[in-house]
């Protein structure tokens, strides 16, 4: 089993600062890409914000500049701080990451998902 869970997020407003956490825990042979997601009201999915093995980090351009991703030695956290934040960044954020466990003696690789945790920016 394993599991991400967020935390962090709330009511700002704008101009305001948010730090996000993901705690990553479980069974785990191997973590790769680690992500941050988001999700609007009526939009699909979006990339914010990725560390990619064995480590080039990579922002959507929206948030380039405000928004910095970061990991513990061991990644057992994701973080997501997020500065100068404007209304359209109010969406539920997801973190996922790229994990192997073994399963009867075999390495099973897939991508998992924390259940979000939202976000608004309003005065």
């Known amino acids: 089993q394993v599991h991400l869970v967020e935390s962090g997020g709330g009511l700002v407003q704008p101009g305001g600062s948010l730090r996000l956490s993901c705690a990553i825990s479980?069974?785990?042979?191997?973590?790769?890409?680690m992500s941050w997601y988001r999700q609007a009201p009526g939009d699909q999915r979006e990339l914010v914000a990725v560390?990619?093995?064995?480590?080039?980090?990579r922002y959507a351009a929206t948030v380039e500049g405000r928004f910095t991703i970061s990991t513990n030695y061991a990644k057992t956290t994701l973080d997501l701080q997020m500065n100068s934040l404007k209304p359209e960044d109010t969406a539920v954020y997801y973190c996922?990451?790229?994990?192997?466990?073994?399963?009867?003696?075999?390495?099973?690789?897939?991508?998992?998902w924390g259940q979000g945790t939202q976000v608004t920016v309003s005065s």
């Open positions: 479980g069974v785990i042979a191997g973590i790769y890409d």
């Open positions: 560390i990619e093995t064995p480590g080039t980090i």
């Open positions: 996922s990451a790229d994990i192997t466990t073994i399963i009867a003696g075999a390495k099973d690789r897939k991508n998992y």
